[in-house]
Antibody, heavy 119, light 107 residues
């Protein structure tokens, strides 16, 4: 079945960058997009962006367009999300999710990666 | 970006109650509406897509309705396993926005 396995927790200082990974199993990687969604402590879900492993096309929420890079490696079936210029407000649980049909719905979810930004 | 306004933010109900959560979009999203259930310590779970299509394995007491800008999630008879936070989400081929969430609590 579809499984998304995310990398482990990260602790970063303000101003640093973090790069998270998401390895996909159980489906043809190039046929479905990957979304990134985050949840800050006590807050709701926030969609960050989407990437197509097929052609590298990306879409971003306005809030993240300047600081986020999404990439994929089809040889290892892995998606990556890099967030730059980290600030304390970026402390959150970050999820990768698989879409349904080149849309931004989150049909399948990874287990989440906790990123803590602290000096 | 399309804005989603979800209400109420918290809902207290008894087991067996009929529960309704509402979501309003800032512009016409046709039927590009999804609903998720989120329990503490777990990843969210997709319940409904395209406003009313129930995912496989989701109990039939859950239902979704609406189109355009007004949408509802209904739980016909609340069960102990249903106490969670529910999110609406507008989605399409280029963007997505979640509502603020509705926490369903035991009364």
């Amino acid at each position: 079945q579809v499984q998304l396995v995310q990398s482990g927790a990260e602790v970063k200082k303000p101003g640093a960058s973090v790069k998270l990974s998401c390895k996909a199993y159980g489906y043809t990687f190039s046929k479905h997009g990957i979304n990134w969604v985050r949840q800050a402590p006590g807050q709701g879900l926030q969609w960050m962006g989407w990437i197509s492993p097929h052609n590298g096309n990306t879409n971003f929420a306005q809030n993240f367009q300047a600081r986020v890079t999404l990439t994929t490696d089809t040889s290892t079936r892995t998606a990556y999300m890099e967030l730059r210029s980290l600030r304390s407000e970026d402390t959150a649980l970050y999820y990768c999710t698989r879409d349904r049909d080149y849309d931004t719905i989150s049909a399948h979810w990874g287990q989440g990666t906790l990123v803590t930004v602290s000096s | 970006d399309i804005q989603m306004t979800q209400s109420p933010s918290t809902l207290s109900a008894y087991v067996g109650d009929r529960v309704t959560v509402t979501c309003r979009a800032s512009q016409n999203i046709y039927n590009w509406m999804a609903w998720y259930q989120h329990k503490p310590g777990k990843a969210p779970k997709l319940l409904i897509e395209k406003a009313s299509t129930l995912q496989s394995g989701v109990p039939s007491r859950f239902s979704g309705s609406g189109s355009g800008t007004e949408f509802t999630l209904t739980i016909s008879s609340l069960q102990p396993d249903d106490f969670a936070t529910y999110y609406c989400q507008q989605y399409n081929t280029y963007s997505a926005t979640f509502g603020q969430g509705t926490k369903v609590e035991i009364k």
